[in-house]
Nanobody, 127 residues
């Protein structure tokens, strides 16, 4: 079971930018795995943000972040990134990464393969 460490969060002003990193824990490899970014705001359920399939040929974003967030992967570095721009207070949440489900056509889905979540990284956007 793949395990992850998320980092790169912080406190930024509205309109600012952050880049989050999802790294595979020691001894694990992200290669060929679809990976998703998810977030959970206080008092709300965890929601999907973005996903990328195992070979990077399919990316997807929820409507609320389209045009502002970019997901990418570097298998050589065993990492997946989430570049976030034009941040809004509504983006405030703990951000997690996890292996993502895929379709038979190798398209990633906004659903994690399991519920084994790491500690995440806190993103706080001030207005």
């Amino acid at each position: 079971q793949l395990q992850f460490v998320e980092f790169g969060g912080g406190l930024v002003q509205s309109g600012g930018s952050l880049t989050l990193t999802c790294a595979a824990a020691s001894g694990f490899s992200l290669k060929h795995h679809a990976i998703g970014w998810f977030r959970q705001a206080p008092g709300k359920e965890r929601e999907a943000v973005s996903c990328i399939n195992g070979d990077g040929t399919h990316l997807d974003y929820v409507d609320s972040v389209k045009g502002r967030f970019t997901i990418s992967r570097d298998d050589a570095r065993n990492t997946v990134y989430l570049e976030m721009h034009a941040l809004k207070p509504d983006d405030t949440a703990v951000y997690y990464c996890a292996t993502s489900q895929i379709t038979m056509r190798n398209r990633c889905l906004f659903a994690a393969t399991d519920n084994d979540w790491g500690q995440g990284t806190q993103v706080t956007i001030s207005s």
